[in-house]
């Protein structure tokens, strides 16, 4: 049986001097789209898998989660079940049942992800239901991410947000490590939930899934482990437009020569939102991961 940090691939950074010299700006791109299963859910999913004593795992995920936790379960040798939109990435839809693991698709216009959970949960009464951002094990798994980025000088870096355990991972690392550098969040304009309550000071909750084409960032609100670190630890949360998103996939795929799923390119987004913010600075964009179908990822490049 692996340790977490025997089990995952360190990030990796990449220097684009396109990208640099069409931005004007000092970047550094470190993506998760090589991790395990194509994203940086794999460091939360197996931490939880691993330090759970239960031998069966019920989740709710758009995708990344699904598959890391189905990935990571199987080889761990415990079962796993993931309540899924309809709406999902038939890549990660595929991919969840590829690990030998459930899908538990829903019409979350009718019935909400958690809601199609609770009602497995009666019929599984001894699985632990995991969290794909709001659990202790998520957070300590994503702060290993958090551990690479600390120490290289960076002045800011750039982090993508949905349910927030990414940020609050990373947040969490760097506060250990005594690195200073400004974190910023990056969501989808259409679930701006995490900047409104970053704003108010309080946790506030969209009315629903939000459409945004940023599929992994379809949350309702961020989770309550997660709130208290991003409230204090997180310096502003730029809101992107979908146009920005699909223009920054455009620009990694020609400039970077990197294929980002739309959420994974929120902090190149949020960049692109607000260049003026970022000028003088050594700044560091996290591509939370690559998993994108096909034919949406033809369609946005």
Known sequence: MLSLHEAIRPTTFI?????????GLDITIA??????TGSFKFRAAYNLALNVPNDEILTASSGNFGQALAYACKLLGKKCTVVMPATSAKVKVEAVRGFGSTVDLVDTTKVGRLE?????????????????YDDEFVIAGNSTLGDELAGLGFDAIVIPVGGGGLISGVVTALCRQGDTAEVIGAEP??????????KAGEI?????EPQTIADGARTISLGE???PIIRDG??????????????AVKLYFELANLKTEPTGALSLGAVLEHPDRF??????????????????YRELI
């Open 15 to 23: 220097t684009s001097s396109k990208l640099r010299d069409h931005l």
């Open 31 to 36: 993506t998760e789209t090589f991790q395990h």
């Open 116 to 132: 199609r959970v609770a009602e497995l949960a009666e019929q599984m009464p001894n699985a632990y239901f995991a969290s794909a």
């Open 189 to 198: 304009l259409l679930g701006n939930d995490a900047a409104r309550s970053l």
């Open 204 to 208: 506030l909750s969209n009315d629903g």
């Open 225 to 227: 482990l997660n709130w």
């Open 234 to 247: 997180v310096r502003d949360i730029i809101e992107v437009s979908d146009d920005r998103i699909a223009a």
């Open 279 to 296: 000028v003088g600075k050594k700044v560091c964009l996290v591509v939370s991961g690559g998993n994108v179908d096909a034919a949406v």
